[in-house]
């Protein structure tokens, strides 16, 4: 029984000792070289910090160095928190005052590291003395609509995840992943965690091919990636640019997004070119190690409809608070422990279950509305802080947003409200004109819906995982 995530890689290395497993085009592991020098990186870390449970920070740039170091940390007891070291130094610095670490590794400087041979007997100690719940990591949500929490997750949260994921798709030894998220999100966890498990191979795409779609796809194929996990703005990218077009990588048979929503004509889009391929959405957050909710596209899709976020995976809980729609609450194995260094925010969120007092239960409120439709998936509305009311009627944005993005000239668009006078925004890309999209919201969206502001923009504000940066579009109102 898995009770550690070292045990994966111990249990791989020893399988398939010269397998590679994470490649990022400039450095490459096998199994056994990873084991070995995460090992030294733990022996280095317990010698260092003196104590197990305690956070070591990790400077991040997106490479195999990353892996090594993550991996260090957990044999060493203590739990890793990945930071972008491509932001700037008062980003990082804002970081590490949040967290206090213990210890800061960069990874990029791993072979600087005054790294001695591996202490055994202090690693087989730490690894005596382990609990399923202890932390593994502590990862920042993104605040696409606030300040950022670092959520802190359990090793029982991440082989929960890591488990489901294994029974419930095909991947195994055969799975070639094409990694884009980058490790300082929680979305990675998959692919970190499904190929030291399955004994796959992970290959890590530098962000800067996702601005080449065509030579991307090409790199998919050059790599035989078979199997792509990605955020829904890549996903949607290729469909916005056309980029299939140019080159189909044949090899790709299971296509995973998550992150934001997504429209059937996207889906519809990559299915022309990859019929055959398995589609699935996924939906989770970082207070919930990653995904929650799966939908496999399994039927015909109208280009104008949100994708479903599906129904709860297995040792999951979800419910909907206040009716249907309502927001979505989940409880279970995924939970992370809450919040690092910041229990206020930790009790406002991860509360006793509102539906039922007859026993404790823990559930996080997710600030995410959904509604259940005729199959009984869970479809997304909004998020709870983008309901407003306006000319005295309570008005859901992501209805507005779904609106526009039913036009097939609109590529992305996204919905504010501007407080100071009293109006619906809504910004959009693509190439539908202000008053053809105006005219075609007017027939989808009752008078006290209709935005009094329409704006085309070049690209939305992103955040580095590719969700919209809504705290940058309320900035924008100001300044208009």
Known sequence: MTRNLTNYLDFTAARLPNKPAFDDGTERLTFSQLRVLARRVGSFVAQSVGKTGRPVAVITRHRVADIAAFFGILYAGCFYVPVDGDAGETFIHARMDAVQPALVIDAARLAELPLCEEDTATLAGIAAAHREADPACAIFTSGSTGLPKCALTGHRAIVDLTEWHTETFPHGEDSIYGNQTPFFFIASLKEIYLTVKNGATTHILPKELFARPAELL??????????ILWATAAFKLMANLDALAAHVPQDLQYIFFSGESVQGRHVNYWRRFLPEALYTNLYGLTETATNVAYYMVDRPLDDAENLPMGRARKNVQLYLLDGDPGEIAAGGACLAMGYWRNSEQTAAL????????????????????????????????CRKDSQVKHMGVRVELGEVETAALGSALVRDAACAYDTQRDRIV?????????????????????????PKRIARLPALPQLPNGKTDRVRLHQMLKED
């Open 218 to 227: 090409r790199r998919l194929t050059d790599l035989r990636v078979n199997t």
């Open 350 to 381: 991860f509360v006793q279950n509102p539906l039922q007092n007859d026993f404790p239960e823990t559930v996080y409120r997710t600030g995410d509305i959904a509604r259940r439709n005729e199959r009984g998936e869970l479809v997304y509305v």
């Open 426 to 450: 809504i910004f959009y890309t693509g190439d539908a004109e202000e008053t053809a999209l105006r005219a075609a919201l007017r027939e989808k969206l009752p008078k006290y819906m209709q």
